[in-house]
């Protein structure tokens, strides 16, 4: 064996020298403004994000979507103009995205930008803040660098940990949605229980009304924004029993009520019913000829399977490194962090538990083609929190950790910016979504100005001319559509005149659609028999640019055709 080195040895003068430069820079760290290091960072955040937006494939604006992005858009651009359709999502992100909607029109890929760049530009760093305040509240400023840090660092870790079969699907499909660059509501939802998270952690050690308050409202609005990620309240209402504190608890149901009020409008308002409490006869009722979209009640939201589960777990060794080791730092996590909070430990174990147990075994997502990831990126925050919390196992490092202490004057000026932020909130979390929801125009699935495709509902304002040449030949032509740098293509749905006929007609025309045709010019033309045809001319794209696959972002009203 070979023999340690001693004092006064070559060895042990340079192992001496590295801990005083390490103890040197961490009393100089730790005198830096928070504000200095944690802009860095989110600049950091950025830098990487960026990298991951040029190398992913993607087609201009348009990167890997997870198929709801369009009833988010049109919902919102349709509200913006005073009308309220089927109400399928939540009404939180429609609402957060209506000053874009208002402006860029009917087309998703047109407010594409506006959408990324309000994600990576706003809500990314939001999150970083909100992770650091985390930290801080439970170990001090080091503490909390270390986890915005862990925060930045562990998605791009995680392309190491895949395969090499693997490793294409987890950088395209699940990192530009963990990174905001979609426009799906997983993304800001994830964030605002961040932001939930951090006014908690503060509520309870604080022992003040406003953060408890805050961290309903930011709560209530994330299950606003994805109502199926309510799985959070698991974690919330864990670390309130753990915590043994009656104000925060009352707090935090307080700040919860509006915005669970203002989903129960939005539903009600939006289906005619709520789903969660009304039972499959009424949820056929309030569909109506429009058929039935969902089981109602709880296992609406809720489609658990155990061998789907055991799927996902065992697809967790096929496509990682090691599944144990990642047990282990989850599980290590819980136990390091419980030495320093307990309440802290409850929030992060509960909340992240929830949505493995759950958004595991819903047949929905699979860890195969990394639908799954999306689905669990709302608890992201509780496992990244879990990871960075396995350097407390060391002895004697929670005992080191120092918590922050605010001046008198910093305590009241925080409490009055934080009074103003509850007001704001609530106006803009539930005040405004339940005035709008109240009087907006009604229309459903059937209205002209909209069309219930398989990807989800879109605006249907393309303008298209029909004519017939030479008594049996179809010409239809419409505008160009030009979006930037993301190229598109034009889908031609028809209805053949043997299914106008029938019965299938009471269910909305739509219903008899089928594809026929994929291409890049603005006009088709086809010779017909006689007989009466519907057409639809939908504008698609995808993220890799090609035919044979991609979501319709704008259609054409119903045009119908006569060949005698």
Not at 17 to 27: D, E, N, P
Not at 206 to 218: M, P, S
Not at 463 to 478: R, Y
Not at 485 to 512: E, Q
Request: hydrophobic share 50%.
């Amino acid at each position: 064996m070979a023999a340690e080195p001693h004092a006064g040895t070559p060895a042990a003068s340079k192992a001496e020298q590295a801990a005083s430069v390490l103890r040197a820079a961490y009393a100089r760290l730790e005198h830096v403004r928070p504000r200095y290091i944690v802009a860095g960072l989110v600049g950091f955040e950025w830098l990487l994000t960026l990298g991951l937006a040029l190398t992913v494939r993607h087609n201009g604006w348009l990167y890997y979507q997870g198929g709801d992005q369009s009833w988010f858009y049109t919902t919102s651009w349709m509200l913006a103009h005073g009308k309220l359709p089927y109400a399928a999502v939540g009404y939180g992100y429609s609402v957060l995205l209506m000053p874009i909607s208002l402006f860029a029109g009917p087309s998703l890929l047109h407010a594409l930008p506006a959408i990324v760049l309000l994600n990576v530009l706003v809500l990314l760093p939001v999150a970083v803040l909100a992770m650091y305040g985390i930290g801080e509240r439970i170990g001090g400023r080091m503490f909390g660098y270390w986890l915005a840090l862990s925060w930045i660092a562990v998605p791009f870790i995680g392309i190491k940990f895949t395969d090499a079969g693997f490793h294409q699907r987890y950088t395209e499909a699940a990192l530009p949605q963990g990174l905001g660059l979609t426009a799906m509501s997983d993304f800001p939802s994830m964030v605002m229980f961040a932001v939930a998270a951090y006014f908690l952690v503060r509520a309870v050690d604080r022992q003040t009304w406003t953060e408890g308050v805050l961290a309903g409202l930011f709560a209530g609005f994330g299950i606003g924004v994805k109502p199926s990620s309510a799985l959070f309240l698991a974690g919330a209402g864990a670390a309130l029993v753990a915590y043994r504190r009656w104000r925060p608890a009352v707090a935090f149901g307080a700040g919860l009520a509006p915005c669970i009020f203002a989903l129960w409008e939005w539903k009600s308002r939006g289906r005619g019913y709520v789903p969660l409490l009304q039972g499959e006869h009424a949820y056929r009722l309030a569909a109506g000829a429009q058929g039935v979209i969902g089981l109602g009640r709880l296992h609406h939201y809720l489609h658990l399977s155990w061998a789907q589960w055991v799927t996902n777990y065992n697809a967790v060794q096929e496509h990682f490194w090691s599944r144990r080791l990642l047990e282990w730092l989850i599980l290590a996590g819980a136990i390091g962090l419980m030495r320093r909070s307990v309440g802290a430990a409850a929030l992060a174990t509960g909340w992240l538990a929830a949505f493995v147990i759950a958004k595991g075994a819903d047949m929905v997502g699979k860890i195969d083609d990394a639908s799954l990831f999306r689905l669990l990126i709302p608890a992201t925050p509780a496992f990244v929190l879990l990871l960075a919390a396995t350097p407390l196992l060391l002895p004697g490092v929670p005992r080191r950790l120092r918590a922050q202490v605010a001046t008198p004057t910093q305590t009241r000026r925080t409490a009055r910016a934080l009074r103003v932020l509850v007001v704001a909130a609530t106006l803009v979390f539930a005040v405004v979504p339940v005035a709008l929801a109240s009087s907006a125009q009604r229309v459903g699935l059937v209205a002209p100005s909209i069309y219930d495709g398989e990807a989800g509902l879109v605006p249907a304002t393309l303008p298209v001319q029909a004519k017939v040449l030479h008594g049996t030949t179809v010409l239809l032509t419409w505008p160009a559509q030009h979006v930037g740098p993301t190229r598109v293509f034009y889908t031609v749905l028809r209805a053949l005149p043997s299914c106008l006929t029938t019965a299938a007609k009471a269910s909305g025309n739509d219903y008899c659609l089928q594809d026929i045709a994929r291409l890049r010019t603005p006009s088709w033309q086809e010779s017909l028999s006689p007989g009466v045809y519907g057409y639809r001319i939908a504008v698609s794209a995808n993220w890799l640019n090609r035919l044979n696959r991609g979501d319709q972002y704008l259609v054409s009203p119903w045009i119908s055709v006569t060949i005698h």
